[in-house]
């Protein structure tokens, strides 16, 4: 008996040829029944009693763990199902019923049992078959089977096994495309642990690349090149040359008690010998004039690594914040284990690959290739068994090498369109020199009938068919060709001179159904070849835009201030000038910007109001210390000073410290799980101390009042009101000194990073996926860190005539302005750049000087972003201050236009580099809307959080990334 399978149905050409015993033999299967009369079975042909070991649902294990996953996946289901039928039942006790009931029940109860040999088992299990087109259905199958064996009727039963071979292709394609999904998903979920623990090394951990970069930054003007081999040769230097300065420093305090003076100078001397030969590899590429300051360099970057690891407070504490074993585990470990896996995987299945591409033409020897319906199954064939076949280098190589054998499989077509006709024309190499003589005709019908002329009367159906494949750009086989361009390009002409059928076939259907020619250009001296046609020049232009796009604090003096030590007072005076100065600068703060958000709100409250109570405290030394006064009023209305100035000074000290705690829990709340434990400490001694002023401000008001009443004498609350305060005093003094502390304490932004990143010692062990949401905002957080732009400035003073007793005032101004841009270089980085300021109107100030009285200057607010990119220039951050750019523009006065330089300036700076898009965060550092400054003589910098600044978001804004304006991100040119 034979036996055949086929995706499709045999045309009557194809059925004839069956009856050839040849065909026969090679296409279908040999069943001997009369074995199967004597043995009860016979090659692939089993009986059906042994279905559950061959039928891979059925291997009892694998059903086993099928049924588990199904149960936990549907077991709730089922219940709900057979309370249905239960209540079905009750309605209607037919036999019908009945049996559907108790089945499921009996059903169910099989499930549960088989649950028990895998307790463990989760829903989100792989279930097997899995990595099959066709998902495994264990529970049907074995309906299947039961069926099969009723309908036997006692008879002896065996089944026929055919080969699928192009469901296995499938299976594999399926199962490949699964594992890359896979695996991009756990890096889309783990990219965190990957960027992040890459970043921590670079901060402890030695690399010639870094060492090779920083070198050729610093000596950019000596144009020095270092590779990163000679990277790894200064490292090994510096590193002898420290242990041998350690031996001599050794040698040297031995001198005279272990080494003997003649033997310490040989020593010495040796130790000397052996520096010079440590050091002789790096003069080969290093200037004689820079060695000494090199090898400087390099020891301290190599301190700098150390210093990173140790736990220094100006550090970044890697050591401390840092799990480094569990993070260098899973670098070196885990995450190693999972690309080897990944790529063990597709090569096991690859090795699969090679095998049944061979044999797939078992289930395509009978594809006519010019019926429309046996290409359209192609067409679906191919993106079942191909797409992924160039997820991997390997498997591009495997398909070109396929298309080059003589293998009769219909996939071997796609490059040539379907159609081995076409194959087989373009293996004259007269014909390709024609073809591509047709090709470069300028007229698409004159290119369209020179490609005909050449194949003759094998000229259609091929060029029509070419033509509406290609023209489908979103069509099976345009997306094919695109997904295995890998592969074609592996399959360029082994001579220089011609080019190959398969790159032949697809620049003929891009000219028939894209009118994209090609042509031969010699350039010099070399042949090449030209695409042009219609949008030709603007794809060009896209890929080289998008190849860019892609490349792209004086305490003592306070304290030693004459006016504090002759106020009365030290302690109140001091407290006094450092909240003055506080206030000051909140308060001026306030002033230059728009609005303020709710911190900053809270943050001016709490410094005016410590403010206020410094003032009284001062006033208070004043009064009794400075002139004497105990006591203020007469009569009745007499009342203790020191008891009056303490409750005022409570209170208000109260109200600022409720301001400022309530500041402190903002940060917190805004900090969004990255808070500072200092922080948290700060904010809780701000707490105490909000219950320790409003402690002294009810005990000054208590006494005050009854005094003021005549309940108790002046004498009684004064000893009453100090009988309270030494306890309550001794309590601010100590709450004062854990302010300062963790004040001090405080962590520096990256420490404050290191100390709640994903490697965190607190967060390390949950290795678990993290949320795309959480994963880009804290890469956001180290970027603002790492590459936030630096604004700096100068500014100067004029004397303008004044309304008060000196006839006099000093304003201030902004002079120039400084940009520096950390990571950037002149042709990879995105800048927008939009700037506000407030110079004198000149034309409004002609219109009011003349006005009685004295006028002020008008200042209005304006563009000025022109203004200072005019008066602009660039160049690189000195190596001391970091790497990258600097952008510094000069304010100037504009006759009958601007009157002064500007008193203020607001900016917002929308600035990306390669890097930060490479990890997708947000666009630009701070996010989508950059980051905005605020920039006065009295205040200087303040960097605006969620501050209103609707006049600055309706400047303009100046694109410096793009080529229009590249010039000014030039370092030295002059505009």
Known sequence: MKLLYTEQPLDVKHCARLSEREVRQQHMRSIDLREVADALHAPHCPPLSAAEQVIAELIPDTFAWAVTIDQRRNGELNREKTEKLAEVMRRDPSSANINAYVKMTRDNKERESMTRHYPDAREDDVAPGAWSTQPWEALRTQAWLENTRKQAQGLWSVFACLDDDLGVLRDINHEQEQVEIAHARWQEDHNLHLGIGGFIRTLVTEEPGEVASLLKYRYRERDIQITTAQGQLLLDASQRVDELNKEAVRVSRGRGRQYSREQADRLIEALRIKRQEAVEPVKAFIPADLSDEVESVVREYRKEKVSNLENHHVSAKVGEYIDLPLMNAWLDQTAPDHYQRVEARHTTLYADRSQFLKRHQSGTWFVDYTNPAHRLWLDELAMACLSAQCVRSLGAEQYAEYVRSANSGALRQLFFAWSPTLEGALNSETRLGELLAALSLENQDNARQAMAKVLEHLAE??????????????????????????????????????????????????????????????????????????????????????????????????????????????????????????????????????????????????????????????????????????????????????????????????????????????????????????????????????????????????????????????????????????????????????????????????????????????????????????????????????????????????????????????????????????????????????????????????????????????????????????????????????????????????????????????????????????????????????????????????????????????????????????????????R
């Open 461 to 974: 159906p091929i060029l029509s068919d070419m033509s509406n494949m290609a023209r489908d750009a979103t069509g099976v086989w345009s997306t094919l060709v695109k997904r295995l361009g890998a592969a074609l390009l592996l399959l360029k002409s082994e001579h220089t001179d011609r080019l190959s059928g398969a790159w032949t076939t697809i620049l003929m259907a891009a000219r028939l159904g894209n009118e994209v020619g090609t042509r031969v250009i010699n350039e010099g001296g070399t042949r090449l070849l030209q695409a042009f046609g219609p949008g030709i020049n603007d794809f060009v232009h896209w890929v080289k835009s998008t190849a860019h796009a892609i490349s792209i604090g004086q305490v003592a003096r306070i304290v030693n201030s004459p006016a504090v030590q002759n106020s009365g007072g030290l302690a109140p005076m001091v407290v006094l000038l450092l909240n003055t100065l506080n206030t000051h600068n909140y308060l001026n703060q306030a002033g230059a910007l728009e609005k303020m958000d709710e911190q900053r709100i809270n943050d001016t409250a709490s410094a005016a109001l410590y403010w206020g109570a410094a003032l009284v405290a001062v006033l208070d030394s004043q009064v009794r210390k400075g002139m004497g006064i105990e006591v203020l009023g007469r009569g009745s209305a007499m009342t203790p000073t020191i008891t009056l100035f303490g409750g005022v000074i409570g209170g208000l000290s109260l109200a600022g410290a409720t301001t400022e705690f309530l500041s402190l829990g903002q940060q917190l709340e805004n900090a969004h799980g990255s808070s500072d434990p200092w922080l948290e400490i700060r904010q809780q001694v701000v707490g105490g101390q909000v219950a320790a002023y409003g402690a002294q401000a009810i005990v000054g008001i208590a006494y005050t009042s009854r005094a003021l009443l005549g309940i108790i004498s002046l004498d009684v609350a004064i000893a009453g009101y100090m009988l309270w305060m030494g306890p309550i005093v001794w309590i601010i003094a100590l709450l004062g000194v854990l302010y300062l502390i963790a004040w001090y304490l405080q962590q520096t932004p990256l420490q404050n990073f290191l100390s709640n990143c994903c490697w965190s010692r607190q967060r390390a062990h949950d290795q678990s996926p993290i949320s795309q949401k959480r994963q880009m905002e804290e890469l956001d957080r180290l970027y603002l860190i790492l590459y936030a732009p630096r604004i700096s400035f100068t500014a100067e003073e004029e004397a303008l005539p004044a309304d008060n007793r000196d006839g006099i005032t000093y304003q201030g101004y902004i002079k120039t302005l400084t940009i520096d841009l950390p990571g950037a270089t002149p042709n990879n980085i995105r800048l927008d750049l939009s700037m506000i300021g407030d110079p004198m109107d000149y034309q409004l100030w002609l219109e009011t000087r003349g006005a009685p009285g004295l006028t002020e200057r008008p200042h209005t607010v304006r563009n000025m972003g022109a203004h200072w990119l005019r008066n602009s220039t660039c160049e690189w951050i000195p190596v001391a201050q970091g790497q990258g750019l600097r952008l510094t523009g000069v304010f100037k006065r504009v006759d009958r236009e601007l009157g002064s330089l500007p008193r203020s300036v607001s900016l917002r700076v929308r600035y990306g580099t390669p890097f930060t898009a490479l990890y997708g965060v947000q666009g630009f550092i701070g996010g989508a809307q950059g980051l905005a400054f605020t920039v006065t003589p009295e205040n200087g910098v303040i960097a605006l959080r969620n501050d209103p600044t609707p006049k600055l978001d309706g400047a303009q804004v100046y694109k410096l990334g793009e080529q229009q304006c590249s010039v000014f991100l030039q370092p030295g040119i002059r």
